[in-house]
């Protein structure tokens, strides 16, 4: 009775500054990276071990004591073991009544287990108060102090003083808890650590899947073609010239697709007249993707930028600008400035330099550090507004380089279209459709329905 009472009051707010201590089970690496950074943040702390000999890895201001006697000492007992060494708290599931255990464990595969390791540590010790936690972070990220790419802790656990007491001490040390719910969690943040880039994968591999389409399709239109019908050996365009083709273009058909499914939403909620309705699933995973594939349009559009600025840099660059001066020279004939041309060239590098502008200002206002600065308005501002402006200038870019191809018969090679034009069709469809959303017949009702109007309640269920 004695023993529940003080670990009642060990569990209960300290008053005071001091920190409490705290016990880690396991002298691993998480174990003694985690130890250290509690100490540094002002946290007592002990270690359970087997051993209890001193050894020079353990944080020298810890104490090291065996399982039963350092877990005395604490109310909050870190198991930093793996899960088939679980086994040996059994024996001390009375000294561990009513202390919380926080399970930093990992497995090494997907759904390993039937349950998680925390639902199964609760299992073996009902009479403890079992928290996850602290399983997203490595030993690596807080030796070094490099915490920027994993700042973030998900906790979760069945007792709310327990998480409370556990996001406490992440915030003492300069993490981020993000409260994930009950203990039924648990697996699905213990998966988080194995998934490679969970969010990426689709717009990856649509990527690659546009990105070889596209190549192959001025290969085929610029090297192949010339090779037969003309005899000359272009294939060098495979280097620089193709790939500052496809650059581009994948450049503004992705970042088409970050907007199309937003005009796929307001056209579906239009039509159902509620917005109380799921999406269909593909259209929810989209649109949980956008960030991504907004991201990887800058890419293509920075390297779009990077190939341009070493395209004079080029033998063929040179060798034709030559030839076009020594065919001035023996013609005896000066070709005077073409302004039509001259006004085309400045005007889409113009929009070119603008819309790369605004392509860079979505990317770094999609950053962590800068979002979580800016409110929702302002975030929606640059996103929506902003964006949808940089997707007007992209836009116009291409069809004020490309545009002279759209009537022009020799660009149509084997009868197919130039890569220019393919890469409008995305762009302008979305361009067209947000243009007739914004008229204020449609508009009006999409902003009800978003407000909460239904047009028949009876599919709010």
């Not at 000294?95 to 919380?100: D, M, S």
């Not at 010339?226 to 010239?241: G, H, L, P, V």
């Not at 001259?342 to 819309?355: C, H, K, R, T």
């Not at 990317?363 to 308005?377: A, K």
């Amino acid at each position: 009775m004695n023993k529940n009472s003080s670990n009642t009051m060990a569990l209960a707010p300290n008053p005071s500054n001091k920190r409490e201590t705290v016990c880690i089970f396991g002298t691993g690496d998480f174990g003694r990276a985690l130890g250290h950074k509690m100490i540094q943040s002002g946290y007592p702390v002990v270690y359970g071990s087997r051993s209890t000999q001193i050894s020079n890895l353990i944080p020298k201001d810890a104490e090291v004591l065996g399982h039963a006697e350092a877990a005395q000492k604490a109310a909050i007992i870190i198991i930093a073991i793996q899960r088939q060494h679980y086994n040996f708290l059994t024996p001390l599931a009375e000294v561990l009544r009513g202390k919380v255990l926080v399970d930093i464990s990992n497995n090494l595969k997907l759904n390993q287990y039937p349950e998680s390791n925390a639902e199964h540590l609760a299992q073996l010790l009902p009479g403890s108060k079992v928290v996850k936690a602290f399983n997203t972070v490595s030993a690596w990220a807080l030796q070094s102090g490099t915490l920027d790419a994993s700042r973030q802790v998900f906790v979760c656990g069945d007792d709310v003083e327990a998480k409370q007491m556990v996001m406490n001490i992440v915030r003492a040390l300069g993490l981020t808890p993000l409260d994930k719910g009950s203990l039924l969690a648990a697996q699905e943040i213990e998966n988080y650590p194995l998934q490679l880039f969970p969010m990426w994968k689709f717009p990856i591999f649509l990527s690659l899947g546009l990105t070889a389409f596209f190549f192959f399709y001025c290969v085929a239109l610029d090297i192949i073609y010339t090779y037969i019908y003309e005899n000359n050996d272009f294939s060098f365009f495979i280097a620089i010239t193709i790939p500052n083709r496809v650059c581009p273009v994948m450049a503004l058909i992705l970042l088409a697709l970050v907007y199309l499914p937003g005009i796929f939403a307001a056209i579906i909620q239009l039509y159902r007249g509620t917005k109380y309705r799921r999406f269909p699933d593909w259209l929810d995973k989209w649109m949980l993707c956008r960030k991504q594939l907004g991201l990887i349009a800058l890419a293509f559009a920075s390297l779009h930028v990077v190939f341009t600025l070493v395209t004079p840099m080029r033998a063929f660059a040179s060798w034709r600008t030559g030839k076009g001066i020594i065919s001035q020279v023996l013609n005896n004939k000066t070709e005077p400035l073409d302004h039509t041309n001259a006004w085309l060239s400045d005007s889409y590098l113009a929009l070119g330099i603008l819309g790369f502008f605004l392509f860079v200002l979505l990317g770094i206002t999609s950053l962590p550090s800068v979002s979580n600065n800016v409110n929702w308005r302002e975030f929606r501002f640059v996103q929506s507004k902003l964006g949808y402006l940089a997707l007007i200038l992209c836009t116009a870019h291409t069809l004020v380089y490309g545009g002279k191809w759209f009537l022009s018969p020799s660009a149509y090679k084997w009868y197919l279209p130039n890569i220019y034009i393919l890469s409008l069709i995305v762009p302008c469809a979305v361009l067209v459709v947000k243009f007739v959303l914004i008229f204020p017949c449609v508009d009006k009702p999409l902003t009800q329905i978003r407000q909460g109007w239904e047009r028949n309640p009876k599919y709010s269920n």
